[in-house]
């Protein structure tokens, strides 16, 4: 039989399979192989001796958190407390990307926003809606519900934005530990320790801890580049330009009149030179 695994705990497998769900073991020869199972593997699985027998070829893989085949990636970034950070969501945006997940912006804590700070949030969101992501607020359930259906996703996003909050209010049966924020220190403590994907409305979901620190060196700059997926409608005369240093770049220039978000241009820039 062919199935998913959604859980893994120590050398036990949860495999999901027809609306079933099968414990199995993994067999040696994986980690003679050096194989790793990992949550979100499609396996072949012998349902009556309960073991993996082979897993099948992925379409992304992850480390951190350590998960396969995902689908697409609910961003859930709050627009206070903790505070925007372009940077953070920029960077998940990058990561994501990078390994060909479809990126959600899901904006949380609009509540907590006077009216002037929310018409200059809303500024920002048309423009990551305008470059073709699909931008939401963690208040549309249905929509988001909608998005699910179907496909692997996980929900990332800083510790604290609200990602265990939203997906409790999305099936109240999850019952997510969440965690009221630290005030003292302005961010959250990791609520969400272990990795496990639960089926919700025809898809599978996946909460991670917040990721609070990502490597970029194992990105190389042309994929942080290629990340920022409007730079490519600015092609510039130098094909394999960088948009740093280079002189007649369009991307810079559009930086410059206001068409690409100053923010996001600054933000690669940091991608770029990590330890500047
Ligand atoms: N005001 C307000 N508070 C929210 C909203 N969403 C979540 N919270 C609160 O924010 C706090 C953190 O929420 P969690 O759901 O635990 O955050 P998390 O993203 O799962 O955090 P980690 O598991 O640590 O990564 C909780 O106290 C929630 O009640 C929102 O839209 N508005
Ligand atoms: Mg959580
Ligand atoms: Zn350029």
Redesign the pocket.
């Known amino acids: 039989m062919e199935g998913q695994i959604i859980k893994i705990v120590s050398n036990l497998y949860t495999v999901s399979s027809g609306g079933n769900r099968y414990s199995c073991y993994s067999r040696g020869k994986f980690r003679k192989d050096k194989i790793i199972p990992q949550v979100g593997d499609y396996v072949k699985f012998d349902e009556k001796e309960c073991y993996i027998l082979e897993i099948l070829p992925r379409k992304n893989s992850l480390i951190r958190p350590f998960v396969s085949n995902i689908d697409q990636g609910l961003i ?1 970034t709050s627009v206070k407390h903790p505070d925007f950070s372009s940077n953070l969501l920029d960077k998940l945006i990058v990561v994501l990307e990078q390994h060909q997940i479809e990126p959600i912006l899901c904006f ?5 926003l006077s009216d002037l700070e929310s018409f200059e949030m809303e500024k920002i969101c048309v423009y990551y809606e305008e470059i073709g992501y699909v931008v939401l607020k ?1 208040t549309e359930l249905d929509r988001i519900k909608e998005l699910l259906k179907g496909k692997t996703t996980v929900f990332t ?10 997906m409790n209010r999305l099936d109240s049966s999850l019952q997510l530990e ?4 630290s005030k003292a220190l302005g961010r ?5 320790r272990h990795v496990e994907l639960m089926e919700l409305y025809g898809g599978k979901v996946l ?1 991670t ?2 990721f609070s620190s990502i490597d970029f060196s194992e990105i190389s700059k042309e994929e942080i580049r290629d990340a920022f997926v409007e730079f490519r409608n600015y092609p510039c005369p130098f094909r394999d330009c960088m948009h740093q240093f280079e002189k007649e770049c369009e991307v810079k220039k559009n930086v410059e009149n206001g068409n690409i978000l100053s923010s996001r241009y600054q933000n690669y820039i940091k991608f770029l030179n990590p330890k500047r």
């Open positions: 859930v949380s804590k609009w509540d907590l963690n996003g800083q510790t604290g934005a609200g990602k265990s909050s939203l969440t965690g009221e924020i959250g403590k990791h609520t969400t909460d801890p917040g």
